[in-house]
């Protein structure tokens, strides 16, 4: 049996036009939103700084050269004094909490602040009532 051949037409590829792929890039982020919708406002805001990326990097790449970044080190060196330069090394090696773990134990601080303040208030009250008895019953 001879199998019939098709003749196979090359595959053309349209580029993509910038509206498309600015619909592809909002269809994509407001999918991410809709799954984690605390993440919207982070997600509008990368959207929105897109184009000024590039621009930036076009700015800031000669100061990332390694002739810049030796003469900069130079110069922290002479100006920067030793203390400022070590805690921002020790600063680079903290971790940091997440957002979630902050707010957990922000919540914990004020529970402890309230119950610590209560107490401290119900001794007061009942230390003034001791004394008054004993000091004034006279």
């Known amino acids: 049996m001879v199998k019939e051949q ?11 036009t910038v509206r498309e792929r600015t619909a592809k890039s909002v269809a994509k982020a407001e ?3 809709a799954k984690h919708p605390k993440k919207r406002v982070r997600k509008a805001a ?6 000024f990326k590039k621009p ?5 790449s000669p ?4 002739p810049a970044r030796a003469i900069g080190r130079f110069f922290s060196k002479i100006f920067v ?3 400022f330069r070590n ?19 922000a919540f914990a601080v004020l529970a402890f602040a309230v119950v610590f303040g209560l107490a401290a208030a119900g001794t007061d ?7 008054r008895r004993i000091v004034f019953r006279a």
């Open 63 to 66: 100061l990332r050269t390694r």
């Open 46 to 51: 990368s959207v929105v700084a897109k184009p």
């Open 125 to 131: 009250i009942v230390l003034d009532k001791i004394i």
């Open 81 to 83: 004094p030793t203390y």
């Open 31 to 33: 999918s991410r939103a």
């Open 56 to 60: 930036v990097r076009f700015i800031t």
């Open 87 to 105: 805690s921002f090394k020790e600063v680079k090696l903290v971790t940091w909490p997440t957002r979630r773990e902050t707010w957990r134990l």
């Open 6 to 16: 098709k003749a196979k037409q090359p595959r053309i590829r349209k580029p993509e």
